[in-house]
Structure formats: structure tokens, C-alpha cells
């Protein structure tokens, strides 16, 4: 029965954003070939009177996304931190996508409350606002907790919204199937993996307690960064649908004018919004994905806070290391050095000519480090990184893409504090310490001592694995074919084992 609803919801979609206008400029913005456009047109323009009005106020892709609700308000957000895809004004006009929706009533939030914590709202709170911030998922209201007075933020998610967001995820992968048949040349981004990506991350904000838990383990990982900042997660207030946190007063990161009137270095408080972001990307591997200014804040003594922590993005410890390398090398000039992370990876085929992909890198760094301060930008250097890799068959990295557009985005907010400010001075000595302490003599020692742990772990095993191996390679072949070099691996985890112990016991 999905298949039915999945192209009813695509035919309406299409119609929405034609009778809200969005459909033309939603095209041009992402550049789309003539076919996709075509067949996107021939889709909404003869359902008009299906489509749904929206808001006639908001600009025209808004108006539709809006209309067609939480999902699609989500995906908005998200292509709102994304200009290098849709462009700087599309990307604008989203923006207003972030906080500023159209609150649910406070009393189903207090509902909802009763509901989730199993007491009624009045006798667990004092004090209940109505909501003082809604997005596309769950809206915020400020509180006093009953029995110690303290104030804390609530946060609730909207009546209905897990219903909603399957209905329209199933549809997004309809669009997505239907986008890689009609432009070939969208494969390597992954549309399929992109609609994934999103779903996991959308599930993900739709329990409270995953958000409540990322928030503290997040704070765990920043406790000794001086100068940084989290509500504290009051987890007896908090189930699946219902979170509260300590309250935390500041200065919203948008509001300039009032950070300076509170006698704050806006252009100090800039370097220090990034090195923040490198430092938990590159240091932790998991950082705030979602570092918009409306969810940052601005303590009384400069103090950076952040707020709501439904996205947040983790990579492994093997690729903050490549994505390190490539960054220094772009730093340091070395386009051969790029060129062969990029190679050792396996991110570009090992089929390709590495020398011709570093002249095409140097094509890349040379112009943006000619650029004047205040244009050099690491998201357009990304930008036009994955122009090139694309040449030489490189595939979307999809473990990258939230690094890439939370990068976008924190670099949006450190220009907005200071516009001059010289993003690669800012981020090469965050970059050289990470290198310095992770890729190299001091790392390898480290990598090897954690494998010789594991390894001494199966150390007495190791005489019957071998043993069992030998048998089977000795017994008639099957034709599941069997490695060549087996008895020499044999031996040699053996003997890695061995030493392992020893090293591990003389410790």
C-alpha cells in the first residue's frame, strides 16, 4: 500500500510548490538538468488545485515547505545551512525555518507532560510558560521545577510529529529513486544514502532520551573546555517525548549589536566559535551538528552556550585523521600530500593519476589563498574539493557530509562576528596539534599497544585457532575460495600474540 501513497504524496508535493511558486525557483537554485525540471514541471503543473496554499507572507519555497509540514520543514532547515548547494538567497529565506514556527497549545504540551512523566504538569512545575521557542519537531517552554524552585527549559515534541515524519520519509525516497533515474550525474552524491542519513538523524531528535544522552555525553567530552558551556540534562524530568534541562540565560549569537554593547571582542568570540568546532570534531570525533546561531548563546563573560542537541555528528577516529591530513596539506600548500591522502583512503579510484589529481587540487587551494582575508572560506574551498574529486570519481562521502555542512555553518557564524576574519590562521593551529598528537611516532605506539591489548585477549586461543584453520586448509576445497597466504597469517598472528603478551605483561 506504500507505493500508492508514496507517489500520491509526491503529486501533491509537486503541486504544492507550483501553487506556491516555489517550483521554478527551487529548480534553479539546485541547478537541475533540463530532464529533472521536465518531469518535476509535468508533475505539479496539472494538480495546482491539489496542492496545499501555505502562508502567503513567507517566500515561495518557505510557503510550500511550510505547508507541507514537519518533514519537509526539516529538510528545509537543513538546506538552509547548505548555500554552496542552493545558493545564498534560497539558503536565507530558510532560515526562517529554524525557530520561528507556529507553536502548538500549551496545554497539550502540559498534557504531554502528565502523559510522559506520570504526574500531573501542576505538580511538577510551579510555573509553566507558553513556549518561547517551536521549531518543525518540538517547541520549548520555560519552567520553575515545583519542588526546589529552580528554572528550567522544557522541551516537548509536537502532537502526532512521529506519524507525520514516516509518512513523508517513505515519499523522500520515492524523490530520491526517481532523482538518480532522471540525472545520472546525481548518483555520486547518493541521493538513497542522503534520505538515509537524514532518517536516522530525524528518528533520532523524535526520542528525547537519545538527545538527552548525546547532551551528556557531550558535556563529558567538553567539561575542562574553559569558556564553553551546557545545560545541565535533569534527566528525572525527562522520557521519550519530554526533556528538561537547566534554563541558561545569554545573548542570542545573531544579536551582534547587544554582544558589543555587553563589551564583548565579537572578533575574539569569532576565532573562538571555531576552534570550539575543530576541536570537538577533530579531538572528540562527535560534535553539535546543528550550530546555527539560534542555537548558540552568549554568556555575561563571553562564555560560548550551547543549545538543543537533536543533531549531532560523530566520525571515527581513521577519518578525523584524513580529514586533518587534507586540511593541513591545503594549509601548508602540499597539493601532493592531499593527493595522497585522498589515494590512501580510497576515496578517489586507484585506478587515476595521482599527479594530474594534484595539479587539479592546486587548482582548487591557489585562487582561494590569493583571495583578501575576508573571503578565504573553508566551505567554498570544500566547495570546490568536491568539484574535483567528482572529476576524478570520487564518491560522496557520506559519514562526511554532516562535517561539511556543520562546517558551512559554524563558518557563517564566525564571519557574522567578524567579517575579516583569516579562517585558515584560526584553524592551522587547532589542525597541527590534532596532527601532531594523533598522526605520527607518538600515535603509532598508541595504535599498536591497543592492538597488542586485543590481541592478548584471544592469546590463549590462539594454538587451537591455529590449529583449526590448519585443518580446514588441509581438508578438499569447497567453492568458497580460501586465502593463498593463510598458514602465513596463522604464523604470524602467532607470533604477534606472543609478543603482544610479553609486551603487554612487561608493562
Known sequence: MRGPHNIWRLIRTGATF?????????????????????????????????????????????????????????FGQIMSTRPDVVGDELAMQLRVLQDKLPPFSTEEAKRAVETELGSPSDALFSEFSDAVAAA???????????????????????PGVERAFQKDIDAFYLIARLVEMLSPGSRRLRPMDV???FEGVVLGELDLRLEASAAGEFAANTAKDSGFELPAVKWMLSSRRVMTLAWVDGIPMGDTAAIEAAGIDTEDLGKRVLKMFLNHALRDGFFHADMHQGNLRVGPSGEIIALDFGIMGRIDAYTRRVYAEILMGFIRKDYRRVAEVHFEA?????????????????????PIFGMDASHISMARLLAYLFEVTERFG????????????????????????????????????????YIRENVGPAALARDLLATARVLTKFGPKLPHLAEAALIRQMQPPVPTPKPKNAPLLIGFGILLGVAATVVVMSM
Open 18 to 74: 507550483e501553487r506556491a511558486g516555489a517550483m521554478r525557483v527551487a529548480l534553479e537554485a539546485l541547478d537541475a538538468p533540463p530532464s529533472l525540471r521536465i518531469a518535476a514541471r509535468i508533475l505539479g503543473w496539472p494538480f495546482q488545485w491539489l496542492g496545499l496554499k501555505g502562508d502567503p507572507l513567507m517566500p515561495p519555497v518557505t510557503r510550500a515547505l511550510t505547508a507541507l509540514g514537519p518533514a519537509y520543514i526539516k
Open 136 to 158: 518543525s519537531i518540538a517547541q520549548v517552554h520555560r519552567a520553575r521545577i515545583a519542588s526546589s524552585g529552580e528554572v528550567v527549559a522544557v522541551k516537548v515534541l509536537r
Open 195 to 197: 534520505i538515509t542519513h
Open 346 to 366: 580510497g576515496y578517489v579510484p586507484a585506478d587515476r593519476d595521482i599527479d594530474e589529481f594534484a595539479q587539479a587540487l592546486r587548482s582548487v587551494g591557489e
Open 394 to 433: 570520487m564518491e560522496t562521502r557520506t559519514e562526511l557530509i554532516l562535517l561539511q555542512r556543520t562546517m558551512v555553518v559554524v563558518e557563517g557564524v564566525a564571519r557574522s562576528l567578524n567579517p575579516r576574519i583569516n579562517i585558515w590562521e584560526v584553524a592551522g593551529p587547532v589542525v597541527e596539534r
